[in-house]
């Protein structure tokens, strides 16, 4: 069963940080770019951070750039976002995803919009930054 899961998430002051960890299983994720978004409460749904397949190519929203980190472990089949020094307005739901089209160990990287990561996705996990 193609599955990713999402973890990490919670609740954290800001200035503080937290990692998310999103595991594959029943495929390999180095076949795939994968991204990370996130949706706050009555807004859409945004990239944050998208790597490429070989892991040479990244993308930050403006937003979050300087502060989050994005890597994967091929070994361990799971990518990671180090987000430091959270803000108030990085609070909401973060999902991690996939290309639906395979690139394999590649450094091209697709836009890091909904529309080109149509493959798998996490049930989402909450981050919420407040005092």
Known sequence: ???LVES???LVQ???SLRLSCAASGFTLDYYAIGWFRQAPGKER???SCLSSSGHSTYYADSVKGRFT?????AKNTVYLQMNSLKPEDTAVYYCATTA???YRANYLPSCRLDSFQGSW???TQVTVSS
Do not use: L, M
């Open 122 to 124: 996490g049930q989402g």
């Open 70 to 74: 994005i890597s994967r472990d091929n």
């Open 101 to 103: 089209i395979r690139y």
């Open 8 to 10: 990490g998430g919670g």
């Open 14 to 16: 800001p200035g503080g």
């Open 46 to 48: 945004e990239g944050v």
């Open 1 to 3: 069963q193609v599955q």
